[in-house]
């Protein structure tokens, strides 16, 4: 467990690395206060994972329930060179989160590749569109059930593409 | 009634950071270009009195956007307002096809993200995939300081690179040849070990694919007497230039508040005075055993950017002299059944051995579940991997965080207020590889 904002906040270990796991209504709270009280200035990396085909035993804190996709957010404290991880469970009927640009505007391109990924919108992002994809793209990509290697070539303006 | 008090400021006083917005922070917020490009599009085709701003794009075929990078710009005259960087030309759904390989696959992958260090981004998937496996504590110590050998070897090719771009796109191009030919050097010494001059799959999870080859310790000398006399030549050709000078200081500027906000690392942060370099902060391999200097600036402008590469390359050569000084006799690879196939000669004697490295390279070896985050120090700032395992021979998810993608959301800020010309150098000084950015 650790202290947060206020609230205690479940932990777990994996290779010796620390992750903390938070309900998404609390996470912009959470990372907030994570950089003004604990000193975790820079925000690294922001990704999600889809767990729809994963076959080994989620290894969640009891207090947690698993959802499909899971937004990993990586911290990093430059003061004593220590990083923490923060998980988020998504569920599929409504995959949103709250956007940390107004924590750490860092998030912005890695909060759009997550979105165009994944399909996982941010609220309150400035411009959450595509990224890598082009605009008109139908579908995200890093998702489990998005077939690989079968996909129709889109192009734009092509009537019958295949 | 003391001095302070006297000349309070009021609202212009910075305020503590705690408690307040990062719109705040970030004065220059409205550097960012919040439209799409069919509305770009239909903006720039529309007739429009002298006096308004303009609206246009610039790449994504380019010679200064280091391959295919598209901005679109809003000028006043020749005055940079807003950006926005529009990428995704290069994606090839890299993290996708990551799932779909076995580890021993992946640094096949991955090498092909960031061409101008491969090696770099081999490191930091198999340093992952072998913390998953719990065996980063066994590998051979050789193996890891051939790997420092050839991460920092790519350090100078991709910085040396990065100079031959930057002169050009400032105008020096005899730097452009110059920088082409040190860099082929190095190469040159890559094809020997590696046996590809780019995309090596050299560095694999276990070790590296093989020991180095006779006469490498001549070849790494070779190189090394020479580029010390090659800077010396850059330093000569472009350091003390006023027009390069003239180019490059308090072009692109950005503070060390900006640049932790956007999460810049590398250079870019180095550049502000933060002297922030993994290999000194969180090291890896055996960087806590070479002695060497962080390189830091001062004005975080794009010369910084300049000297600070360019001095991290005599820093590199330091690293690699203690190497050749220290590197250990052993083995390449970790003797673990498991992960490493047999032997060559075990092949042609033995069925078991050969059915042993059969099943290694169609199968893979199986990783316990978990996840893991490592990030290395590449060329351009934090390289991270993140791997999650569900316990198959595949990872379940990979995702390789990459400086260029995160760096390119500072061009914005820094070109803000610039020339267009000024852009070209800003781009230049954050030195983007678009295959990392894209993926």
């Known amino acids: ?162 | 009634m003391t001095l302070a008090n006297e000349t309070f400021e009021g609202a212009q006083e910075l305020q503590p950071r705690k408690g307040m917005k990062a719109q705040e922070l970030l004065r220059e917020i409205g550097s960012v270009l919040r439209m799409s490009e069919a509305e770009a599009a239909d903006l720039s085709s529309r007739e429009r009195p002298e006096d308004e701003t303009m609206v246009i794009n610039m790449g994504p075929q380019h010679p200064s956007t280091h391959g295919v990078l598209r901005l679109m710009l809003e000028l006043d005259g020749e005055t940079v307002l807003r950006t926005k960087p529009i990428i995704g030309y290069l994606h090839t759904g890299m993290e996708k096809t990551g799932e779909d390989l076995t580890y021993l696959q992946g640094p096949t992958n991955v090498t092909r993200m960031d061409y101008a260090s491969p090696l770099h981004n081999e490191l930091v998937f198999s340093l992952a995939t072998e913390k998953l496996l719990g065996i980063d504590e066994d590998i051979p110590p050789r193996a890891q300081w051939i790997r420092m050998l050839m991460t920092e070897l790519n350090r100078i090719s991709s910085h040396v690179l990065f100079l031959a771009t930057n002169g050009m796109d400032i105008g020096a191009v005899g730097m452009m040849l110059y920088g082409w030919r040190e860099r082929e050097e190095t190469l040159r010494f890559f094809e020997k070990v590696t046996g590809l001059r780019m995309n090596h799959n050299y560095i694999r999870p276990g070790g590296v694919a093989a020991d180095l080859p006779d006469g490498w310790r001549d070849d790494v000398l070779r190189l090394l007497d020479a580029l010390p006399r090659r800077l010396h030549e850059f330093d000569l050709l472009m350091t003390g230039q006023p027009i390069w000078r003239e180019r490059l200081q308090g072009v692109g500027v950005i503070t060390p508040q900006e640049a932790i906000a956007l999460s810049a690392t590398g250079p870019l942060l180095r550049s502000t005075g933060v002297p922030w370099d993994l290999r000194r902060e969180i090291p890896y391999l055996y960087f806590d055993q070479v002695d060497f200097d962080v390189v830091i600036g001062t004005y975080g402008d794009s010369f910084d950017r300049y000297a600070i590469r360019l001095n991290e390359m005599r820093e590199s050569i330091r690293i690699v002299h203690q190497i050749i000084d220290k590197l250990p006799e052993g083995d390449y690879r970790i003797q673990d059944k498991k992960v490493t196939p047999p032997p060559r000669a075990r092949i042609d004697e033995s069925m078991e051995a050969l059915i042993h490295h059969f099943k290694i390279f169609t199968e893979g070896f199986k990783v316990p579940a978990g996840e893991v985050y490592v990030a290395v120090e590449s060329p351009r700032g934090e390289l991270g991997c993140y791997i999650v395992s569900d316990g198959s021979s595949r990872p379940y998810r990979m995702h390789i965080r990459g400086p260029s993608f995160v760096h390119l959301q500072a061009l914005p800020h820094m070109m803000r207020g610039g020339f267009l010309a000024d852009g070209v150098a800003v781009i230049s000084s954050v030195d983007p590889i678009m295959g990392e950015a894209d993926r």
């Open chain 1, 1 to 162: 467990m650790m202290e947060v904002a206020g609230a205690e906040y479940p932990t777990s270990e994996s290779r010796d690395q620390t992750t903390l796991h938070v309900p998404r209504e609390q996470l912009a709270d959470v990372v907030m206060d994570l950089r003004d009280e604990h000193g975790f200035n820079m925000c690294i990396d922001v990704t999600a994972v889809d767990y729809l085909a994963y076959e080994a035993p989620r290894r969640l804190p009891q207090e947690i329930d698993p959802e499909r996709f899971e937004v990993v957010i990586n911290l990093l404290r430059m003061r004593d060179r220590s990083r923490v991880r923060v998980r988020v469970q998504v569920p599929q009927s409504d995959p949103s989160v709250p956007s940390l640009f107004d924590v750490h505007p860092g998030t912005e391109a890695m909060e759009r590749e997550v979105y165009d990924m994944f399909g996982i919108t941010f609220d309150g992002h400035p411009d959450l569109s595509r990224i890598l994809m082009p605009e008109d793209w139908i579908g995200h990509p890093l998702r489990k059930d998005y077939p690989v290697g079968k996909i129709p070539v889109q192009f734009k303006g092509i009537e019958n593409a295949r």
